[in-house]
C-alpha cells in the first residue's frame, strides 16, 4: 500500500515534503501530485478514481484558503483521505481549516492542524499499522524515541539549573 500526497499547490511541497520523508522512515511507498480542486478538476478525479489501480491506499491532501480538495478527493473514493489545510492566506490558515473539516455527513475528510503535514503522515500510518506487523513496530519504535528526546531535554534542563 502507498498513500498518495496531493496538494492545491506547489507551494504546499515545502510544508508536505516532511510528511512524505516521514512515510519513507515507516517503510511506506508515496506518490505525490500537485492537482487543483477548481483548476484540473478532471486530473483529481482521474487520479482518484484509478488510485486503487496504483496501490494507493489513503490520502494527505493539502490545500490553503478555499481547500476543496480533501472533499474532492473524498467524493470519488471511499478510501481514507487525510486533510491538511494550509496557511496561504492573510487568515492564516483558519479559512482552509473550517473548508477542510466542514464536510457533509457522510462524506468524511480526517482532518489535522493547520500545516500539520507530520501528524497526517503518522495517521496514514497508523490506519495501515491496523494490517501491517511491520508498520506497528515501527510506529511503537518511533513514539519510544519521542519519550527518549523529551526525557534528553528533560535532562538537559535539568542541568542548568
Do not use: C
Amino acid at each position: 500500500m502507498k498513500v498518495a500526497i496531493v496538494m492545491g499547490s506547489d507551494s504546499d511541497w515545502p510544508i508536505l515534503k516532511p510528511a512524505a520523508e516521514l512515510l519513507k522512515q515507516f517503510g511506506i511507498e508515496t506518490e505525490v501530485v500537485v492537482a487543483s480542486a477548481h483548476r484540473t478538476p478532471k486530473k483529481v478525479q482521474d487520479l482518484v478514481t484509478s488510485a486503487p489501480e496504483r496501490g494507493v491506499g489513503a490520502f494527505i491532501s493539502a490545500a490553503g484558503a478555499a481547500a476543496h480538495l480533501g472533499g474532492v478527493i473524498a467524493s470519488y473514493t471511499i478510501l481514507p483521505v487525510i486533510g491538511v489545510p494550509i496557511n496561504a492566506t492573510p487568515l492564516n490558515g483558519m479559512d482552509a481549516l473550517l473548508s477542510t473539516v466542514q464536510m457533509p455527513s457522510g462524506i468524511p475528510v480526517a482532518t489535522m492542524a493547520i500545516n500539520g503535514a507530520k501528524n497526517a503522515a503518522i495517521f496514514a500510518a497508523q490506519i495501515f499499522a491496523v494490517s501491517d506487523p511491520e508498520i506497528q513496530k515501527k510506529l511503537i519504535a518511533f513514539r519510544e524515541k519521542m519519550v527518549e528526546d523529551v526525557e534528553k531535554k528533560a535532562a538537559n534542563v535539568a542541568a542548568q539549573l
